[in-house]
């Protein structure tokens, strides 16, 4: 996942907003480049909910907050952190360069290590 946060908890100015803009059309724009062959419909179910990760020593939960029509989905943090995966790919950190317990890491290594919460179905 891919950290985007606001600096020392003040409210984010507009050159913040436009960062996050364009990093998120960034992202879609570069999102076919992550999407498997042949891709299908996916929907909120085939995702977690939450995926949990840890990064210099911060947990952090990551809530699934969007899907795009090429499966993608993206994920926030409460603090303005934010990551994206597909079914088949990695998950990766939008807008900065930081590692963490998620990065590279597919659904399910994500799920067989305890990363990931899926809703009861």
Same mark, same amino acid.
Request: hydrophobic share 35%.
């Given at each position: ?52 990760? $840890?990064?210099? &020593? ?8 969007? %899907?795009?029509?090429? =499966?993608? @989905?993206?994920? *926030? ?19 900065? $360069?930081?590692? &963490? ?8 290594? %994500?799920?067989?290590? =305890?990363? @990931?919460?899926? *809703?009861?179905?």
């Amino acid at each position: 996942m891919i950290a985007v946060s606001s600096r020392s908890g003040r409210q984010p100015n507009s050159a913040w907003l436009r960062f996050v803009s364009i990093a998120f059309a960034g992202a879609s724009a570069c999102s076919s480049w992550w999407t498997p062959a042949g891709a299908q419909d996916f929907s909120f179910k085939d995702f977690p909910y939450l995926i949990y990760c $840890e990064s210099e &020593g911060v947990a952090h939960a990551f809530y699934f907050s969007k %899907l795009s029509p090429d =499966g993608v @989905a993206i994920y *926030l943090t409460p603090d303005r952190q934010a990551g994206m995966i597909t079914i088949e790919g990695v998950g990766h950190r939008v807008g900065g $360069e930081q590692s &963490g317990s998620c990065s590279d890491k597919t659904l399910d290594d %994500l799920r067989s290590s =305890g990363q @990931a919460y899926d *809703l009861a179905k």
